[in-house]
């Protein structure tokens, strides 16, 4: 009989919060600097937030802390359908609780609350670039935490790396969320939801892509 438990979801919960609120604060504190210092430290903020959590809430949930991975990890048949739903519930649950503690310990002003944004409102190039970045972050994803032929402990820095690496790139063209929960958060508590379906089908289409292909082509099928 399937025992359920509550472990893995609150694990998503504590880190998709971590995440979001580290990564809007990040935002809000650095990059109004307008220095390529302030820039770096936006992208490594997320980058170092995600190496820690995979490492602490790895074991216990996988670490997906972004809607888009767990979707992937449903296509390749990691998770199940109901699982995944709870992960997604409560990954949305922590960046929305966010957003609302971003508010109140660090104010600030729609436009600099951390929320990705398109720049020049360019929607389909935002989408198509969250949607590449996104496959390589599941890709990386894959290839390291869900490969078993992968050492565990290189998850963690490749994973990070990777998500700095994709602020790096896309953080001036669409701010670089890679990540539906990343944009939620802050976007609910500031109540600018615009552009929304960037950011909520690039990095699906991304991720899902990324684990489609990874799963297909590289990783032996497993018995159910």
């Known amino acids: 009989m399937?025992?359920?438990?509550?472990?893995?979801?609150?694990?998503?919960?504590?880190?998709?919060?971590?995440?979001?609120?580290?990564?809007?604060?990040?935002?809000?504190?650095?990059?109004?600097?307008?220095?390529?210092?302030?820039?770096?430290?936006?992208?490594?903020?997320h980058g170092?937030?995600?190496?820690?959590?995979?490492?602490?809430?790895?074991?216990?949930?996988?670490?997906?802390?972004?809607?888009?991975?767990?979707i992937g990890a449903w296509i390749a048949r990691k998770i199940s359908s109901f699982a995944g739903v709870m992960?997604?519930?409560?990954?949305?649950?922590?960046?929305?609780?966010?957003?609302?503690v971003h508010a109140a310990i660090l104010p600030a002003t729609p436009g600099n609350f951390g929320i990705p944004t398109v720049a020049s409102n360019n929607e389909p190039t935002g989408l198509v670039i969250e949607a590449i970045l996104t496959?390589?972050?599941?890709?990386t994803i894959?290839?390291?935490?869900?490969?078993?032929?992968?050492?565990p402990e290189v998850a963690g820095v490749a994973i990070g790396l990777t998500l700095a690496l994709g602020l790096i790139i896309g953080g001036p063209i669409t701010g670089g969320a890679l990540n539906p929960a990343?944009?939620?958060?802050?976007?609910?508590?500031?109540?600018?939801?615009?552009?929304?379906?960037?950011?909520?089908?690039?990095?699906?289409?991304?991720?899902?892509?990324?684990?489609?292909?990874?799963s297909t082509l590289f990783m032996k099928k497993e018995k159910d």
């Open 142 to 151: 894959f290839g390291t935490a869900m490969n078993p032929k992968s050492p």
């Open 135 to 139: 496959f390589f972050l599941v890709f």
């Open 182 to 214: 990343r944009w939620f958060g802050p976007a609910l508590a500031a109540n600018s939801l615009g552009q929304w379906w960037v950011y909520i089908f690039g990095p699906i289409i991304g991720g899902g892509l990324a684990a489609f292909l990874y």
């Open 48 to 70: 170092l937030t995600l190496l820690i959590l995979v490492y602490s809430i790895g074991p216990i949930s996988g670490c997906h802390i972004n809607p888009a991975v767990t």
């Open 87 to 100: 992960y997604i519930i409560f990954q949305l649950l922590g960046a929305a609780l966010a957003g609302v």
């Open 2 to 45: 399937y025992a359920f438990t509550w472990d893995k979801y609150i694990a998503e919960f504590i880190g998709t919060f971590a995440l979001v609120l580290f990564g809007s604060m990040s935002v809000t504190l650095y990059a109004s600097a307008g220095d390529n210092l302030g820039f770096l430290s936006v992208a490594f903020a």
